[in-house]
C-alpha cells in the first residue's frame, strides 16, 4: 500500500509542467486596469464613477424588443444565426450607417457583427497587423488597444495629445488637448501598418475636428495607411459639436474600418453587441478572423438591436429619438459634475463628448502624501486611496498612457457620468465633506 502511495506522489509530482505554459505574445499584457479597479470598487466603493457604464436603465423600447425576442413565438432566436451577424441587424446596420456616410452598403459585405466593440478591435488587430508592423495610438487612449496590438505582434508607436493652457478664468476644454501635426507626421514610417483613431475619446472626452481628422486622413493616405476608427460614443456630442465620420473624408473609406457598440449607444454594455463597418476588401478579413474565434454573438440581444434600430431609423433627428435624448440628457450630467467638481477645486477638463469628464486633483495632494521612488504613479495611488477612504471610486489618467509615459500626466482621474441624479449627488456629497474637512482642520 505505500509503495502504491508513494509511486502515486512521484508520478503526480512529474505530471507537474515544468516548462513555461503560457505563450510569448501574452507577455506583458498579464495586467488590466479594469479587474483591479472593478475589484476594488466593488470592495470599498459607496459611489462608483469608476467603469463606464450606466447605472441607469437602457430605453424601455430597447428591452421590450429584447423581452420580445426571448418569448415570442420565433423561437429560433434561441439558435444560431448567420455569423458575421444576425440577418435582420446587419439590414438595418447598413441602412443607417449608410445614410450617415451617404453611401451604398451592402449588408453582408460591409457590415459585421462582433462581441462588443472590443471583439471588433481584436479582430482589426489580429487581421491587419503583421509581426514587426507599427500601429499609432494617440495618448490616452482606451488601454485595451496596447496589448492588442501587442499580441498581434506588432509594434505600439504613442503620440500624446498635448494641453494648452486655457483661457484666463476659463475651465481647460477637451479641445484644449491637440495634436502637434509636426510630431504626429514623425511617427509615420513605411513600418505604420495602421493608426488607432478614438473620437470621441476616452477618457478626455475630446471630438476631433474636422482639420484635425483631416491632417490624419492626409497621413493616411500619403503613408497608405489603415485607419482604425473606434466611434462608439459616437451619439454622446455636446453644445451642438458634429460628430465627423473619418471614414467620410475623402480617400478614407477604403482604408477605414468603424467601429461601434449597442452597449454606448443604446446604454446596455451588458448586452456586448458591436459592430464594424467597412469596406469588404477589409471586412473579408475580419470575417476570417470572428469564424475562427467567437463564430457570432448571442441571437436575441442582436434581434433586440436590430429592432433598436429600426425605431431610430424612423425617427432618425426628430426629437423621440434616442440618438438625440440620450446626448441632451447626459450635458445636464455633464454640466451638473463640472459645476459641482469645480465648487470644490477639483478642477474638471470640459468634456465635448463621451459620458467621461477627467479632473486635476493636484489640490487634493496634501490628504494622500507621495512615495518618491513608488513605482506606480501618484493618480493611481490616489484613486486607490479615495475610493478606500471616501468610498468614491474613479479611474487614474495614467492607466490610459502607455508604460514609459504614465507620469507625464499623472495628477488627473477620470469620471464616468452616465449616473442616476442621486449616484452624482452621492458623490458631490463625498467631495463636499472632504472639502470641508481639508479647511477646517
Ligand atoms: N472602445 C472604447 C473607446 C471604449 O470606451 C469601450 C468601452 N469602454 C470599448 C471600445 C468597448 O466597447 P464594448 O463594451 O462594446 O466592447
Known amino acids: 500500500e505505500i509503495f502504491k502511495l508513494t509511486s502515486f506522489l512521484s508520478l503526480s509530482l512529474q505530471a507537474k509542467m515544468s516548462r513555461p505554459v503560457q505563450a510569448q505574445r501574452l507577455e506583458g499584457t498579464d495586467k488590466n486596469i479594469w479587474v483591479e479597479f472593478v475589484k476594488l470598487a466593488a470592495t470599498y466603493s ?103 496590438v501587442k499580441m498581434a505582434g506588432g509594434t505600439p508607436v504613442f503620440v500624446p495629445l498635448r494641453p494648452k493652457a486655457p483661457k484666463d478664468g476659463k475651465l481647460m476644454s477637451s479641445a484644449d488637448w491637440q495634436l502637434d501635426p509636426a510630431e504626429l507626421a514623425s511617427k509615420f514610417s513605411e513600418r505604420t501598418k495602421a493608426i488607432v483613431l478614438n473620437s470621441p475619446n476616452n477618457p478626455l472626452g475630446k471630438v476631433f475636428s474636422r482639420g484635425e481628422l483631416e491632417l490624419i486622413a492626409d497621413l493616411c493616405v500619403k503613408h497608405d495607411v489603415l485607419c482604425i476608427s473606434d466611434e462608439v460614443y459616437e451619439w454622446l456630442v455636446y453644445d451642438g459639436k458634429e460628430h465627423i465620420r473619418i471614414a467620410s473624408l475623402r480617400g478614407m473609406w477604403d482604408r477605414t474600418v468603424i467601429i461601434g457598440s449597442a452597449g454606448k449607444t443604446f446604454s446596455a454594455t451588458g448586452w456586448k453587441v458591436g459592430w464594424t463597418v467597412g469596406p469588404n476588401q477589409l471586412l473579408q478579413h475580419l470575417r476570417t478572423m470572428h469564424q475562427n474565434s467567437v463564430y457570432h454573438c448571442a441571437t436575441v440581444a442582436q434581434e433586440a438591436v436590430a429592432q433598436g434600430f429600426q425605431r431610430e431609423l424612423e425617427l432618425y433627428g426628430k426629437p423621440d429619438s434616442y440618438f438625440v435624448q440620450l446626448p441632451k440628457e447626459l450635458q445636464r450630467k455633464r454640466d451638473w459634475l463640472v459645476q459641482s467638481l469645480d465648487a470644490v477645486g477639483m478642477k474638471p477638463i470640459v468634456p465635448e463628448g463621451t459620458y467621461f469628464l477627467v479632473a486635476d486633483i493636484s489640490k487634493f495632494k496634501s490628504d494622500v502624501p507621495d512615495v518618491p521612488d513608488s513605482d506606480e504613479p501618484y493618480d493611481s495611488r490616489f484613486a486607490k486611496w479615495m475610493v478606500k477612504n471616501k468610498g468614491l471610486a474613479a479611474i487614474p489618467l495614467s492607466a490610459f498612457y502607455s508604460g514609459a509615459h504614465k507620469n507625464n500626466y499623472n495628477h488627473f482621474i477620470r469620471f464616468c457620468f452616465a449616473k442616476e441624479e442621486a449616484t452624482l449627488k452621492a458623490a458631490n456629497d463625498i467631495l463636499q465633506k472632504w472639502k470641508q474637512e481639508k479647511t477646517s482642520p
Open 46 to 148: 459607496t459611489v462608483n464613477l469608476g467603469q463606464g457604464f450606466p447605472d441607469f436603465p437602457p430605453p424601455d423600447f430597447l428591452k421590450e424588443a429584447f423581452v420580445r425576442a426571448l418569448s415570442g413565438e420565433n423561437h429560433m432566436l434561441h439558435q444560431y444565426t448567420r455569423a458575421f451577424g444576425h440577418p435582420p441587424l446587419v439590414k438595418v446596420l447598413a441602412q443607417f450607417f449608410g445614410k450617415l456616410l451617404g453611401r451604398d452598403l451592402d449588408p453582408m459585405t460591409n457590415v459585421m457583427v462582433t462581441v462588443g466593440a472590443y471583439q471588433a478591435l481584436f479582430c482589426c488587430f489580429q487581421a491587419f497587423v503583421e509581426e514587426g508592423d507599427e500601429v499609432i495610438i494617440i495618448e490616452p487612449f482606451f488601454d485595451c488597444y496596447e496589448p492588442m
